[in-house]
């Protein structure tokens, strides 16, 4: 394959925001998740974990609770004293209303989905109907000393638990009236403390009542006697949340230790029916506080201040071995926030609210693999763009030619011309925006730099002509009629006749440039489009989805190319197939139209289409396999799509899926092989997949010329040396 | 914790007996079948657990039946007395009570008694007595009279007392009372007269009797509310003369003196007494459980609707009339356990279904004492069963075994288990080992010559025995001198308590040379170390032991040996080891047991000085082979590990450091272990050093790899 110069990127200081609620949607089998900066992301536990949508920030916007109404759609609160609805279908904010309450602390939708509570800071419980295209005010319940910073409703919606300071509140949700009142202990390992904040509340069915206050205790009480059942004392520290399951037999509470701790209901004795609620399994996953838990039928989730949104599976919920059953630690968007204009080695960096571009350095030395080379030039902070306003920034690019940058927050859109004179770069802003164009969740520059593609949110694509200092509109694609669906990735041809644009779950949509009209539709799959692109010369699409299937489709025939039947028909590596994070960006080499560049967060790979899928050579692979542990086994057929869920539109592949995985016991990850051998026998053991697992966290990868690479990474210990300081324990020996 | 549960009313149809309640229960042949006489003309027969009759039977009308029928355990069928002398036996497949046998006696009947195990008696209201065969042989005899006139029978019981019958019944004249005791092996009836412990008169309510091994223990209830109790020697000492016998109080005021329709006691067991009467004049009347030892209310149940003063109690089940009807409580008392406080036994057993025996006395059940006549009853079944079962050819492999070890030679003994061992192991196979070896220990005790080594042995070497399982085994062991025995069982047992680990390093430590050369022991743990060449060395260093000489045969040949080697052990005179290769595997056993320190320390205090210095001598030995290589470890199988040395270095002084200092040789071994212990510290103070200069080495390495913002590398894909 050859050797590469790496560009080393670790000067992308993105850090992401701390999550602030996690939502768990049983019906859709989706997470909703909100960050400190007012980020709502939703990922769909069904699709390997994918983020597939999700809604910028606001500074003003900081959300307190998140929830799911009314089947499938997404509230949030905050503290500026508004519910927001989510649009989930246009990825916009639907609208928001204000509670008059004050800083809204916590929300709770009713079993039955159609009524929505909130409570706020000035003591008030407020009740609204949720109506089918908005929200309505009932009622307030009765006014609490206060603020409410936590909710639950009882299974049946009789009754509704309040926690707030020092006690929690019970109401008759009819009424509105409260009819108890529970009193939290304010002692603290014996001593008083000032105050004890009732973070999260939890109401059975049963009429049992658990709360988690910040004096480290987790109460279990009983609602009709307003009487302390259980005390647990789990932490020195404040526990921030609660989650039980649907089931209630076990719930999860989040520590501001980071510990996670898992409660079940457990018998008593064997035979008896009589059961209690024991602490069984501590999970210490996060540096940081935990600010909210989730319980989904088979696995703990937790989020917290240190950024990561981990998954745990309940090993004992876990039928088979597959995706599910293993601990996932999601840090990282899955979406690009770096592009790059390979000719002047530009890197354009996003941020919540600003932008970086960076020209790399360069050397003059050459060197053998794993050398780190002199640099005769290092890199350059060439600009930093600050947004006005307070919205976060969605999207942004820079054009291939490095002389356009385009950006979007979800009201504005900004396009700059960039001119390059030696060492001096001139910003000049393209005033004079269309109306129609405020918004964009994806832009795109053609490889000429002379059109620009905008997918907004309303399902439209929007193709400009970029001119010196200007740029007209040229056309508008407009959905197809009825369907409301965002465009959330687009690819750009090469000689920029094709455009293929892919929305949160259709299909993906080919349109043709020139003559301004949609092309072909690629058949719908199941699972969601990480990233696409369109090759060189061939005009192949080459989609990458979340459940790590790689398809090649070929624009001019209209249908998947031999290459990509051939990988169906002998199905990937189930090492390939196990990867944890999604293929966030393809690129081709531009020399070499067989070779694809594709990258996770962990690895990157090239596909050289020449070669074989697999080698054939076993001797070293069982020391390969071995090392990335896991064996290969029948069960993750299930992981491939296969069966009625591909549907006709694929029926040779579909074929071709049920056939036995051939290579898997074959290699995937090289080992770099011996150097005294010959030519031969490395032509011989040579295989497709080109994986490189140097450099990770990986946030870009791509070929800068037929010899360059770059690589943006973003170690976590960079991360967490900003987050705020953890709270300190001690350890033994220190 | 005596527990009284919801109890269930028996008869669906309301006795037509009124206020008198039923002539009386009593046991069938069959558990849980109950035959329930009226004082009408009715005989019910009832099973308790379903609740419903099973049979049926009335006497014609104008006869009235006068005494409870009863079950005739060794046949079957039932009797019953009307009209005072007419006898009636009949079964369950009879119908009509008019049709069944009849018999009609020359004297008035006063109650029919029958337990299992022997036949029926018939008590006539004269005071004799007749065997049931005997009376039905000749119907017409004439029978005596026993008792002097107006003196009337109030209360009569018939029990075994040690596999011979035994009747008792009260008698009252004229405010006096009178118990007569017959016992049918001797044929003899004593006469006693009850005092009661008071002045006043009072009249006694209830009665009720438990065995115990020399009294038969009557209690009564008295109408001031009391209960007293009254021993009666079981084997008197003149049994023609008319004694008395004082009555003591055993509880005050369990019910109010003035109910309504009486009130009723019946021993439980041998702490509890169920009594039943109102607890005061005007509450309502209550069955409760009292505990006579600590003269506590244990529980009780209110009966609102009246009852008429009985009370029979069989099995876990009281019977009572609770208004019209005959009620059934049954009762439960679970021995309070430390297992039960900590809430293990807690619902253990499912509330529906009553196991019969589920009262479980640790005393009763060893036979010091026999409980109530109920476990009585229960427990004279379990020895006939068991008597049958030994003449049936299966026996199980372990009663025959036991059975073996309390009687048969110690050779014998030896076969039998082996054979035993060689069988399948059942799952209950570590209490059945445990239960041979506390057999062959309580023989050990019982014959002293008796001492089963080989058995013993064995027995330890299966890996299932535990120091609970058979706690004595260490003892005897220790007082026998059998160090083979405790090697192996502080190699074996889990659970060796901290005292006998201590007990057994005195013993290690005193017992002569010359018995350990005859002790066949376990050497694996010393062998690869401790070469048989230092005896020589041992004769100097160990003189202050008490059997300090040891004339070994090899003595000779170490001798010898000595001699070449002189040169080097002479240089190095730590490096021998101080004691017998026996005592060292004595010792490495205790060095590899398990132990707390806490519970230690206070017995490794008595450990005379000079022991104390020699088990010191052999620990600093260890420690200096053990830093002879550098992984620290000893060579052989199963040595004691450093720490496990180290731990007992520190043990040892921690326990003796005052009086070990005080002794020169102890000063001088405990100077060099200082000297040595010293050096180590410098070595690992050293290490210590290193270690951090090669982590600043690695922390090098890494920043080399990350902190870097931007690079160019070169990658090669393969």
Redesign the interface.
């Given at each position: 394959?050859?050797?590469?110069?790496?560009?080393?990127?670790?000067?992308f200081n993105y850090v992401p925001s701390g999550i602030r609620c996690v939502a768990y949607n049983n019906q859709s089998n989706r997470l909703a998740v909100s960050r400190t900066d007012g980020t709502v992301e939703i990922y769909n536990l069904s699709a390997n974990y994918f983020q597939e949508k999700f809604f910028p920030g606001h500074e003003s916007r900081a959300t307190e609770a998140l929830c799911w109404a009314k089947g499938q759609r997404l509230f949030s609160a905050g503290l500026n004293g508004e519910i927001i609805e989510y649009d989930l279908q246009a990825l916009t904010i639907k609208y928001a209303v204000d509670a008059f309450g004050g800083p809204i602390w916590s929300m709770a939708a009713s079993p039955s989905g159609s009524q929505l509570l909130v409570g706020c800071e000035d003591g008030s419980v407020k009740l609204f109907q949720i109506t089918p295209d908005k929200i309505q005010f009932e009622r307030n319940f009765d006014r609490q000393k206060s603020r409410i910073l936590s909710l639950s409703w009882h299974p049946a919606g009789t009754h509704v638990a309040a926690g707030s300071i020092d006690y929690i509140s019970v109401f008759d949700s009819k009424s509105g009236s409260a009819i108890g009142k529970m009193l939290v202990d304010r002692q603290y390992m014996g001593v008083s403390k000032r105050k004890c904040i009732i973070w999260g509340v939890a109401f059975l069915s049963d009429g049992t009542v658990i709360s988690v206050d910040s004096a480290g205790k987790v109460q279990i009480w009983d609602s009709a006697t307003g009487t302390l059942v259980k005390n647990h004392l789990v932490s020195n520290a404040d526990v921030q949340s609660i989650a039980v399951s649907a089931q209630e037999d076990s719930f999860v509470v989040g520590t501001a230790e980071g510990t996670v701790f898992h409660f079940q209901l457990v018998s008593?004795?064997s035979?008896?029916s009589?059961k209690q609620w024991v602490r069984t399994k501590p999970f210490q996953h996060h540096t940081h506080d935990v600010r909210a838990v989730a319980h989904s039928p088979t696995a703990l989730i937790s989020g917290g201040t240190d950024t990561h949104l981990v998954i745990r599976p309940l090993m004992e919920k876990v039928e088979v071995k597959n995706y599910d059953a293993a601990l996932r630690k999601i840090t990282f968007p899955h979406r690009r926030l770096v592009s790059c204009a390979k000719k002047k080695q530009l890197l354009l960096f996003q941020f919540a609210h600003h932008l970086e571009l960076w020209r790399l350095?360069?050397?003059v030395a050459?060197?053998?693999?794993?050398?780190?080379?002199p640099?005769s030039k290092?890199?350059d902070h060439l600009l930093h763009l600050k947004t006005k306003g307070p919205e976060n920034i969605i999207c942004s690019c820079i054009s291939p030619c490095g002389g356009w940058i385009a950006c979007s927050t979800a009201s504005r859109f900004f396009l700059y011309r960039l001119n390059y004179e030696h060492d001096n770069i001139s910003l000049q802003r393209v005033s004079k925006m269309p109306v129609f164009l405020r918004s964009a969740l994806q832009i795109l520059f053609s490889e000429d730099s002379t059109k620009l593609f905008v997918a907004s949110n309303q399902g439209s694509l929007r193709v400009f002509r970029l001119l010196e200092g200007g740029f007209t509109h040229l056309h508008s694609f407009q959905p197809q009629s009825g369907t409301v669906q965002s465009m959330c990735l687009l690819a750009v041809s090469p000689d920029g006749n094709w455009l293929a644009a892919s929305g949160t779950s259709a299909g993906v949509h080919v349109y043709n440039v020139k003559q301004l009209k949609l092309h072909c539709t690629v058949p719908a799959y199941n699972f969601p489009v990480t990233a696409l692109a369109i090759a060189p010369n061939t005009n192949n699409l080459v989609i990458a989805h979340s459940d790590q299937q790689v398809f090649e489709y070929s624009i001019p025939d209209k249908q998947y190319t031999e290459w990509s039947r051939t990988v169906q028909k002998q199905g990937f590596h189930h090492l390939w197939l196990q990867r944890d994070t999604p293929i966030t960006h393809i690129s081709f080499h531009p020399k070499r139209p067989m070779h694809i560049l594709l990258h996770d967060t962990y690895m990157f790979c090239?596909i050289d289409k020449s070669l074989a899928l697999s080698s054939q050579q076993r001797c070293c692979c069982g020391h390969a396999v071995m090392q990335f542990g896991l064996r290969a086994q029948p069960a993750h057929g299930a992981l491939v799509p296969c069966e009625g869920g591909v549907g006709g539109a694929r029926g040779e592949q579909q074929m071709a899926l049920k056939e036995p995985l051939p290579n898997d016991k074959t290699l995937l990850y090289?080992p770099?092989?011996p150097t005294n051998e010959s030519d031969v026998i490395?032509r011989r053991t040579?295989h497709a997949f080109?994986i490189?697992k140097?450099y990770k966290p990986l946030l870009f990868v791509d070929l800068l010329d037929e010899k360059t690479?770059v690589a943006v990474e973003r170690?976590l210990?960079d991360i967490i040396a900003q987050l705020p300081p953890p709270i300190k324990k001690k350890k033994f020996g220190t | 914790m005596a527990d009284l549960e919801e109890g269930f009313t028996l008869t669906a149809v309301p006795l037509g007996s009124g206020p008198d309640g039923p002539l009386g229960v009593e046991q069938s042949d069959k558990t849980d079948q109950f035959l329930v006489t009226d004082s009408g003309r009715t005989v019910i027969l009832y099973k308790v657990s379903d609740q419903k009759p099973l049979g049926s039977w009335s006497v014609k009308q104008g006869q009235i039946i006068t005494c409870p029928a009863v079950c005739n355990f060794q046949t079957g069928e039932y009797i019953v007395v009307h009209d005072n002398k007419v006898l009636r036996i009949w079964n369950n497949e009879d119908v009509n009570l008019d049709k069944v046998f009849k018999a009609t006696l020359s004297a008035e009947v006063y109650r029919i008694h029958s337990i299992q195990g022997t036949e029926p008696l018939v008590l006539f209201k004269e005071g004799a007595v007749r065997g049931l065969e005997a009376l039905l042989a000749e119907p017409q005899q004439k029978i005596e009279t026993v008792i002097s006139d107006e003196e009337v029978i109030k209360w009569t019981k018939f029990f075994m007392v040690f596999r011979h019958p035994v009747l008792i019944f009260i008698t009252e004249k004229h405010g006096n009372y009178f118990a007569y005791v017959q016992k049918f092996n001797s044929r003899i009836l004593s006469k006693y007269t009850l005092l009661l412990g008071q002045e006043e008169k009072c009249v006694i309510q209830s009665f009720s009797t438990s065995v115990g091994r020399k009294f038969i223990s009557l209690m009564s209830l008295t109408s001031d509310g009391c209960v007293y109790e009254t021993l009666i020697p079981i084997h008197p000492s003149e049994p023609e003369k008319n004694q008395r016998l004082v009555q003591s109080q055993l509880l005050k005021s369990v019910v109010s003196g003035s109910a309504r329709s009486g009130a009723a006691l019946s021993i439980l067991d041998q702490d509890h007494v169920a009594v039943l009467g109102a607890p005061r004049p005007a509450s309502k009347e209550c069955l409760s459980v009292w505990n006579t030892k600590f003269q506590t209310l244990q529980t009780s149940k209110e009966l609102p609707q009246g009852t008429s003063g009985q009370l029979w109690y069989y099995g876990e089940n009281l019977f009572m009339l609770h208004g019209k009807f005959l009620t059934v409580i049954p009762y439960k008392c679970e021995v309070s356990s430390l297992a039960g406080a900590l809430g293990k036994l807690k619902h253990s057993q499912d509330p529906g279904t009553h196991v019969t025996p589920h009262f479980v006395n640790w005393e009763t059940s060893q036979g010091c004492e026999l409980g109530s006549q109920n476990s009585e009853q229960s427990k004279r079944i379990l020895r006939r069963r068991k008597i049958q079962v030994s003449v049936q050819p299966e026996v199980p492999a372990s009663t025959q075994l036991l059975a073996t070890i309390q009687k048969d030679s110690e050779k014998h003994i030896e076969v039998e288990l082996r054979k035993f061992l060689a069988t399948k192991r059942t799952p209950d196979f570590h209490t059945i080992i445990g239960d041979v070896v506390i057999g062959l220990l309580g023989r050990c005790k019982a014959e002293p010559s008796f001492y089963p080594r080989n058995c013993l042995m064995q027995l330890v070497q299966t890996h299932v025995l535990s120091y609970s399982l058979c706690p004595g085994l260490m003892e005897v062991a220790l007082e026998k001198t059998d160090v083979q025995i405790l090697q192996l069982c502080l190699q074996q047992l889990p659970d060796v308590p901290e005292s006998v680990t201590c007990a057994c390093l005195k013993l290690f430590l005193s017992i002569g040379d010359d018995t350990l050369q005859d002790a066949d022991i376990n050497m694996e743990s010393v062998s690869d170390y401790m070469d048989p060449v230092q005896d020589g060395e041992m004769e100097e260093q160990t003189t202050f032991l008490q059997n300090g000489f040891n004339p070994e045969e090899d003595n000779c040949d170490s001798c010898a040996q000595k001699l070449k080697e002189k040169p080097q052990a002479a240089a190095d005179e730590s490096t021998s080891c101080p004691l017998t290769p026996k005592r060292a595997a004595l010792l490495n056993a205790i060095l590899c047991s398990a132990y707390s320190e806490t519970f230690l320390l206070p017995h490794l205090k008595d450990i005379p000085a000079q022991h104390s210095t020699l088990f010191l001598q052999y620990l600093y030995f260890l420690y200096l082979k053990c830093s002879e290589n550098a992984t620290m470890t000893l060579p052989g199988t199963h040595p004691p590990t450093l720490n496990q040395i180290m731990d007992w270095i520190c043990l040892l002084l921690d326990a003796n450091f005052t009086v070990v200092v005080m002794i020169p040789e102890a000063k001088r071994l405990l100077l060099s272990l200082y000297k040595f212990v010293k050096s180590q510290i410098s070595i690992c103070s050293e290490l210590n050093k290193i270690e951090v200069s090669f982590r600043e080495l690695q922390k090098l390495n890494q920043e080399k790899n990350n902190r870097e913002l931007y690079s160019i590398e070169v990658l090669e894909l393969f």
């Open positions: 394959m050859g050797e590469f110069n790496v560009h080393r990127v670790r000067f008593v004795t035979s008896s009589e350095g360069s050397t050459t060197g053998k693999n794993g050398d780190t080379l640099l290092n890199a090239l090289n770099l092989p490395r040579a080109k490189s140097k690479l170690p210990d | -």
